[in-house]
């Protein structure tokens, strides 16, 4: 069965922190990998991944794919407290169906 | 542009009645999909239209979920004789095409309660 496991489920940290959100998954035909920032309701977009090794940045996050371990991280540097929400994590499977985790939730303190 | 909208945002429910929950993508978009978004929990997928059909509807619950699409845009999704267990957000995502290289772009949800 198809599965996208995220860790932790839940962390808190002190703005400035730097913090590593874990994704693996298994799926059948694995194409891409998606990360997304829910704060409220609708998920927002933050990066797709495809090939391995090659590190996507978008200011202080950044995320980075192993296509060989089957999994992703996604990286927040200098944490401010508008990083805090769910982070989510799907992963494509077949030809239309993304599989998602249950996300981490990430609280920056101030 | 205009993002994903949903309607109603917030709906309340007596058990056993049903409801309908409207999708309007991002014109153009031709992909769409339903997923459902319980307390605590990830997204799980219900149903994806590509067009106005949908080769995948194995994300539907039970027989009591029935979604369609029209004109290649709006979506609605019908809960028949609701349950409690059937309360959640359940939200709307569009993409320029169906596939795994193009992101989702998400409508803000609707929260159904069943009371």
């Known amino acids: 069965e198809d599965k996208v496991v995220q860790s932790p489920l839940s962390l808190v940290v002190h703005e400035g922190d730097t913090v590593t959100l874990n994704c693996s998954y298994e799926v059948t035909n694995f194409r891409s990998l998606l990360w997304y920032k829910q704060e409220k309701k609708a998920p927002t977009f933050l990066f797709m991944l495809?090939?391995?090794?090659i590190e996507k940045k978008s200011g202080r996050l950044s995320s980075i794919l192993d296509k060989k371990e089957l999994f992703s991280i996604l990286n927040i540097t200098a944490t401010q407290t508008g990083d805090s929400a769910v982070y989510l994590c799907?992963?494509?499977?077949?030809?239309?169906?993304?599989?998602f985790g249950t996300g981490t939730r990430l609280k920056v303190l101030a | 542009g205009a993002g994903v909208s949903q309607s109603p945002s917030n709906k309340v429910t007596e058990k056993g009645k049903d409801v309908e929950l409207r999708c309007d993508p991002i014109s153009g978009h031709t992909a769409l999909y339903w997923y459902r978004q319980s307390l605590g929990q990830g997204l799980e997928f219900l149903i994806y239209?590509?067009?106005?059909?949908?080769?995948?509807k194995s994300g539907l619950p039970s027989d009591r979920f029935s979604a369609e699409r029209t004109g290649g845009s709006v979506s609605t999704l019908t809960i028949q004789r609701t349950q409690q267990e059937d309360s959640a957000v359940y939200l709307c995502?569009?993409?320029?095409?169906?596939?795994?290289?193009?992101?989702?772009?998400f409508g803000p949800g609707t929260r159904l309660t069943v009371t």
């Open positions: 239209f590509q067009g106005n059909s949908a080769p995948d």
């Open positions: 495809t090939s391995s090794g």
């Open positions: 995502a569009s993409s320029l095409s169906g596939g795994a290289f193009y992101e989702q772009y």
């Open positions: 799907a992963a494509h499977s077949g030809t239309y169906k993304y599989i």
